[in-house]
Each structure stands twice: as structure tokens, then as C-alpha cells.
């Protein structure tokens, strides 16, 4: 049934068109730079024509309108092509502008029949792509069959398992939901995987503080335990291996503050004081340190691991499980003193499992939420005390001064934050 327009719909019309004919502007802009046959003029007209080709379909009620002009214009990217091999012309063996300009058809249909504000996400992100190719292309070169397994694992246990888990409580003590606990380990390895797909980006050479930071977005225990061996191999890299397992804790307080927002919102609020007084007290340390050792010579980093694998993924489930069962019991039969105590064995070696554990119990009212600072607070004063005997035991004494200071500055503020807090 077709419409009429009114003068409203008119300057909607007109609207969309102008939309729709930049958003093809703008992906075309991008080929244009990179001198392609195909340039500004034409990815605008496709846009257009999409856009003029659902307009037609929709007010006669035909949407073969759209599928007909759709092959026409594939039809005309095909002899294009042809016609270019045939000539000797320089084409490129890839067609990526071809697909991209029946992309942008489609994009201008998509400005016309809504929602709109996808059409042009979906056109910034195909520039994108189209921009940033020696970049992806060095990212698929720096990519092992391991890290893509690692990916394929990630989707497993994201859309695989997660959606045929029960959703509802059972169990000891009533705090266990499998569906909530699976979607724990997905946030954790999607935290994870982000880091590392950055770390791998810029590459483990790019120094001891980038490598650090992006490191412990991954795990600052492997960041310590990786570097301190590194250190023990070569002694000159002692001070920027403790500058990387600086950096690696103290991006440990705002992943902590995400899991804990994530998860309960009320409980942030209360954690941001202390949060905060935990981040200053790991950056100041830092920032002396990494001063410091800019007068050093570069040396190359360790590589961090793939930290995603379904192994990894069925291991962090029963840490969350069991450090979820372990706070609530201590929390019934022994008091504050017992949940202290689970909160600093569970923090001593991966703080994600209490924090997470300990935000959901208080967001389901079986923990106030000033308690569950304290205990996600002793957790990580628990997990510095960990790195550092790994910084003893495998590296050098200056990495191991050096990284006792830091904490040390660390934990009296720490303390200071349970105490005032």
C-alpha cells in the first residue's frame, strides 16, 4: 500500500537523502585516497540509489523494486571490473572496493527503511575496515593458530555454552546460579582478550610500561611472574621488569572497579573512595620508577600468553564457584574474622573470582556493601603480597626492592582505605 508524503515527510525525505548520500561520500572519501577506480562520486550515487530504490519499493508496495535495482548494480560492479581486467588496467587482485560499494547500496537502503543510527554505525565501521588495512593485515600476520583457536574458544563459551545454562539458584547454601557464574568467566575473558588483541597490536616491544599496562589487563600475576624470569635472565632488565609489574597492579584497581560496577552499581559507589586511594598509592610508585628508567637502554619484553581457552574458562568457573561458596559460608558460621580470611586466600593469586563473588553477593543483599569493600580491598593487599614473593623468588634483588617499595606504598594505603573507608 503506498504512502503519501506530507511536507513533514518531505523534509524527512530530503533528510535521509542527505545522509544517505554522505554516508556513500564518506566511505568513497576513504577509497578515493587510496586512488581506487572506484571513488567519491560513485559511492555517493550508490548510496543515493539504495536510498531511491527503497523509497520506490515502499510506496508501490513492490519490494522486488529493491532486489532488481540491487542486481542491476551488482551487474554494473561486475562489468566494471571485467572491463578493467580485459583493458589491463591496474584492478588489484581483491575486490574489497566492489563489495564495499554493494555494502554501501545496502547502507543507503538501510538510511530509508531505519533504523537510521545503524545505517551510519555500519557505515563508519566499513570505512573503517577499508582504512585500517596494513594494520589488520599486520594483526593476521602477528596471529598464531593458537590465538585464533583462543578466539574460536572465546565464542564457545560466550554463545555456545552460555545460553543452554539453567538460570536460577541451586546448590549449597542457595548463591549458586551456572548462568550467572558462566557469565562471569565470559566478562573476565572478554576483559582478557581485549588487552591481549591491544597488547598484540602494538607488539611486546614497545616498552616495559605499555606492556605492563596492557598486560594487566590480562592478569598481573602471569605479568609478574613472566617478567621476574625475564629479569633473572638478563639482570639489566631488572628495573623496567619491575616498571611492568608496577603498571600490571596498577591497572588491576580499575578492572576491579569495572567487575565490581558491572555487577552491582551501589557497591562502586562505596568502593570508589578506596578504589581510588589504591590507584594513587600504585601510580606514584610508577611514575618514580618509570622516570628512572628512561635513562636505561630499551630491552625487549617477554610475550604475554593467550589468556583465553576453554580449559582456562572450566578453571575459572569453579574458582568463582568455590570463592563464592567459601564467602557465604564464612559469612554464616564464622563471622567477619572468616570472611576476611577467605577474601585474602582467594585474592592471594587472581583477584577477579572475590571481586566478582563478593559484588554479586551484595547486590542480592546477603553482604553489605561497605563489608564487600573491605573484603575486595584485603583481596588485592593479599594479591601484592603474592607478586611479591614471586618478584623474591624468580627475579633479581633490585627487582625485588624495588617492587617492595611500590607495594609497600601500596598496602599502608590500602590499610588506610579500610580504615577511614
Not at 545503524?118 to 577499508?130: C, H, K, M, Q, Y
Not at 620508577?289 to 630499551?298: F, V
Not at 603480597?385 to 626492592?401: D, M
Request: proline share 4%.
Amino acid at each position: 500500500m503506498s504512502r503519501r508524503l506530507g511536507v513533514t515527510d518531505m523534509t524527512e525525505l530530503f533528510e535521509r537523502f542527505a545522509v544517505s548520500m554522505l554516508l556513500g561520500a564518506f566511505i568513497g572519501l576513504e577509497r578515493e585516497r587510496g586512488r581506487h577506480t572506484i571513488g567519491i562520486r560513485t559511492f555517493s550515487l550508490v548510496a543515493g540509489l539504495g536510498t531511491l530504490a527503497a523509497m520506490l519499493a515502499s510506496n508501490a508496495n513492490s519490494p522486488w523494486i529493491l532486489g532488481l535495482v540491487f542486481l542491476a548494480v551488482t551487474g554494473l560492479v561486475i562489468a566494471s571490473r571485467y572491463g578493467l581486467q580485459k583493458a589491463n588496467k591496474k584492478a588489484g587482485p581483491g575486490i574489497t572496493t566492489e563489495v564495499a560499494a554493494l555494502m554501501t547500496f545496502g547502507l543507503g537502503a538501510l538510511v530509508y527503511q531505519g533504523p537510521m543510527a545503524v545505517a551510519v554505525a555500519l557505515g563508519v565501521a566499513t570505512a573503517a575496515l577499508l582504512h585500517f588495512k596494513p594494520e589488520l593485515h599486520s594483526l593476521a600476520k602477528r596471529v598464531g593458530s593458537a590465538d585464533l583457536l583462543a578466539v574460536f574458544e572465546f565464542a564457545l563459551v560466550a554463545f555456545v555454552v552460555l545460553p543452554v545454562l539453567p538460570d536460577r539458584v541451586m546448590g549449597p547454601l542457595q548463591v549458586l546460579n551456572p548462568h550467572h557464574v558462566w557469565l562471569m568467566v565470559v566478562f573476565v575473558s572478554g576483559i582478557s582478550l581485549v588487552g591481549y588483541v591491544a597488547l598484540k597490536l602494538i607488539g611486546p616491544r614497545q616498552g616495559a610500561l605499555a606492556s605492563g599496562l596492557l598486560g594487566g589487563t590480562v592478569s598481573s600475576t602471569a605479568v609478574t611472574f613472566s617478567f621476574a624470569r625475564r629479569a633473572r635472565e638478563t639482570f639489566a632488565f631488572s628495573r623496567p621488569a619491575a616498571v611492568a609489574v608496577m603498571a600490571a597492579t596498577a591497572v588491576t584497581v580499575p578492572r576491579m572497579a569495572i567487575e565490581v560496577g558491572v555487577v552491582n552499581s551501589a557497591m562502586l559507589r562505596e568502593a570508589a573512595a578506596p578504589l581510588a586511594c589504591l590507584l594513587v598509592a600504585a601510580l606514584l610508585p610508577l611514575l618514580f620508577y618509570w622516570l628512572r628508567c628512561q635513562t636505561d637502554q630499551p630491552q625487549e619484553v617477554p610475550e604475554v600468553k593467550n589468556p583465553v581457552n576453554l580449559g582456562m574458562a572450566i578453571l575459572f568457573a569453579a574458582i568463582y564457584a568455590t570463592v563464592i561458596l567459601g564467602v557465604e559460608a564464612a559469612r554464616q558460621y564464622l563471622g567477619d574474622a572468616g570472611l576476611y580470611t577467605v577474601g585474602a586466600l582467594s585474592g592471594l593469586t587472581n583477584v577477579d573470582a572475590i571481586t566478582l563473588s563478593t559484588a554479586r553477593l551484595a547486590e542480592a543483599g546477603r553482604l553489605a556493601n561497605a563489608q564487600g569493600v573491605d573484603v575486595i580491598t584485603i583481596a588485592f593487599l593479599a594479591n601484592l603480597v603474592f607478586k611479591g614473593g614471586i618478584a623474591f623468588a624468580l627475579g633479581t634483588r633490585t627487582l625485588a626492592r624495588e617492587v617492595a617499595v611500590a607495594f609497600a606504598v601500596t598496602m599502608l594505603a590500602g590499610a588506610a582505605a579500610i580504615y577511614f573507608f
